[in-house]
Nanobody
Framework: QVQIVESGGGLVQPGGHLNLSCTAS???????VGWFRQAPGRQLELLAG???????MYSDSVKGHFTISRDSAKNIVSLQMNSLRPEDTAVYYC???????????????WGAGTQVIVSA
């Protein structure tokens, strides 16, 4: 079973930035990889996805201030988060699927996630 590990979260002030990383045992191969988040009391939200060919998608909530990227050689998918706001506070997860459209129902077992807290 593929094991997913997220890292890079932390406490940051509003307006700040963080870069999250996601790796998987054995790599992601040709799957699309997505970043998700779950805020307290809210449902899991798909934020961004990137295919093995580099096609990106973003939810309206993060378009323009988050950027997803993929280093296939290192098997790392990153999420650069800029201009962070308190409402970005959540646990962030990554997962994979056949393509960006299927990220709505990802295939992997969920990792532990990485906590992001945006607060002054």
């Amino acid at each position: 079973q593929v094991q997913i590990v997220e890292s890079g979260g932390g406490l940051v002030q509003p307006g700040g930035h963080l870069n999250l990383s996601c790796t998987a045992s054995g790599g992601f191969d040709f799957s699309a990889v997505g970043w998700f988040r779950q805020a307290p009391g809210r449902q899991l939200e798909l934020l961004a996805g990137v295919t093995s060919a580099g096609m990106e998608m973003y939810s309206d909530s993060v378009k323009g201030h988050f950027t997803i990227s993929r280093d296939s050689a290192k098997n790392i998918v990153s999420l650069q988060m800029n201009s962070l706001r308190p409402e970005d506070t959540a646990v962030y997860y990554c997962n994979f699927a056949e393509d960006n459209e299927h990220l709505k129902k990802p295939l992997g077992a969920w990792g532990a996630g990485t906590q992001v807290i945006v607060s002054a």
